[in-house]
Every structure is written in C-alpha cells, then in structure tokens.
C-alpha cells in the first residue's frame, strides 16, 4: 500500500463534518535552495519540531492556534520533557519523547562524530496553527532569526 | 522529516525525508533507540546528498508487516480535542510547577 494522502482524507473529514474547506499552502515556485558548506561532521545542527513538546515547569501550549515556541536545552533529561497535542495521538510521545523530538537520537549522533554538534537550545512549537499567515509572519521569521544567532549550520525540522 | 507526503509535496521545502509511519512517530518508534538512530542517519544523509531543490527521500523503513495502520488513518471521523486556548499540561504536577515558575506565571490550575 502506498503512503497515506492526509490531504483528500481531511478534505472529505471536513465536507462530512460541516466545516469550511481547510486551504492548504501550495508552494509552486522552485524551492529556496543553500548547499552545505561542509560535510555534517563538522556541521552544527539546529532543531525545531511541531509535536507540542515543553519542558515540565514550562507553561504547556494551548490548542488554538498557538504560534508561541519553547526553548528547550540541548542538554536537558529527556525524562523531563512533556507533550501535548491535539492533533495525534501522544501516547508514545508521553513515554519516549524522541518519537517526535529526537534529542537523544542527535545526542548520540554528536558522541559518535556523525554531526559535528549541536545548537545549544532546540526549538518546539505545537502544530495545527490554522493559519498559515501567522506561521509565515510570526513563527518563521522568529525562529529563523534564533537559528542565526545560534550559529548552526543546518536546521532539522520535524512536523507531526 | 515528514510522515504526511503529500503535505510536504505542496509546501515543497528544499529537502525532505519521508518515513512512511503512522502520524505522532515521524522520528521512529517508542523505546527503539537503535532504529532511532538508523532514522535519523538515514534523513540527515540527504543534506549530503540530495542536490536538487525540493527532493524528497524516501526512507527505507517499515512500521510494520501488515499496513492496517493505513486503514485505521482512513477512518471516518474527527478524533481531535476540542481547541481550547488555555493551556493544556501532560498533567496537573506540571500544571503546579508552571504556576511557581520565575517570574511567577499565571494560575493556570
């Protein structure tokens, strides 16, 4: 069986439940393209990631279009780290965090000299912002310019 | 990284890496480290090799023998929580420790 097509599935969900069409952001023009400039060992790694993630004691995300972020330290115990969401189901997320916010994974990817480092904080937000003008002024151009100072390399991003 | 391929395909960002797995897991399985790490090498490598803007690997992971997850993900019917616009913690200790954070939040619980 091939991939699933989310879209034509949202699509026929809302028509079912009443709801306006939801206006998917269709890009057309050539994707913005920058070539890495030297091989990922030496690279310094950035990550932001939709899943809802914060870090207990942080204030969580609420579910209509949140477009805040959390920082969270590169370095923090994955035990520590908390999800929410409304959009998927989070029952693995809750138990091993790295489902959607690989910390641990690019943690031992720096260990064993596959990337170079990584950016001392990562970024999380919570996904299903409806609007996508908000992303686009708001969200993006904010953690683009974190990812600047921060002096990486490349960035990962994980949607949900 | 994506496990939505065709909502990638429309926003069409410069590279991407798809792992055909269900959604909340597009970084792998829980308490799978080895397959974890597999993942991720896998996806990073295409900052090295993909060359063309708006490439899209395809992963070569398997969530499962059986594809029934796929059906599930058809399934009629909106399974989302309701929208509130106040905070939703993991859990009421959270929810307490954000309270008497510094400088000291609102009561949110």
């Known amino acids: 069986m091939g991939p699933v097509d989310y879209i034509p599935r949202i699509r026929d969900n809302y028509a079912r439940l009443g709801y306006k069409a939801y206006n998917w952001v269709v890009n057309r023009d050539t994707a913005p393209w920058a070539p890495l400039r030297k091989p990922l060992s030496k690279c310094r790694l950035g990550l932001a990631a939709s899943g809802g993630i914060y870090v207990a004691g942080q204030v969580a995300f609420h579910y209509k279009d949140d477009t805040s972020h959390r920082e969270i330290p590169t370095y923090v115990d994955a035990k520590v780290l908390r999800a929410t969401h409304f959009a998927y189901d989070l029952s693995d997320a809750r138990t091993d965090p790295n489902v959607v916010f690989p910390i641990d994974t690019l943690r031992r990817l720096v ?28 969200l993006a151009p904010r953690l683009t310019s974190r990812f600047l100072e921060d002096g990486v390399d490349a960035v990962l991003l994980v949607p949900v | ?81 309701p929208r509130h616009d106040t905070p939703q913690f993991q859990d009421e200790e959270d929810c307490r420790r954000a309270n008497v954070g510094d400088p000291p939040s609102l009561p949110f619980c």
Not at chain 2, 45 to 56: K, N, R
Request: a neutral charge.
């Open chain 1, 111 to 138: 260990r064993e000299g596959f990337l170079g480092g990584l950016a001392s904080r990562f970024y999380t937000f919570m996904g299903g912002i409806y609007s996508s003008r908000r992303v686009i002024e708001d």
């Open chain 2, 1 to 81: 990284m994506t496990s939505a391929r065709d909502i990638t395909r429309a926003c069409n960002p410069p590279r991407a890496a798809f792992l055909d797995f269900p959604l909340g897991h597009t970084t792998g399985k829980p308490h799978a480290p080895d397959l974890q790490r597999r993942i991720l090498v896998e996806a990073l490598s295409s900052f090295e090799t993909l060359t063309v803007p708006g490439s899209m690997k395809e992963l070569p992971f398997r969530w499962s023998e059986d594809e029934e997850w796929k059906a599930k993900a058809f399934a009629e019917g909106d399974d989302r929580t």
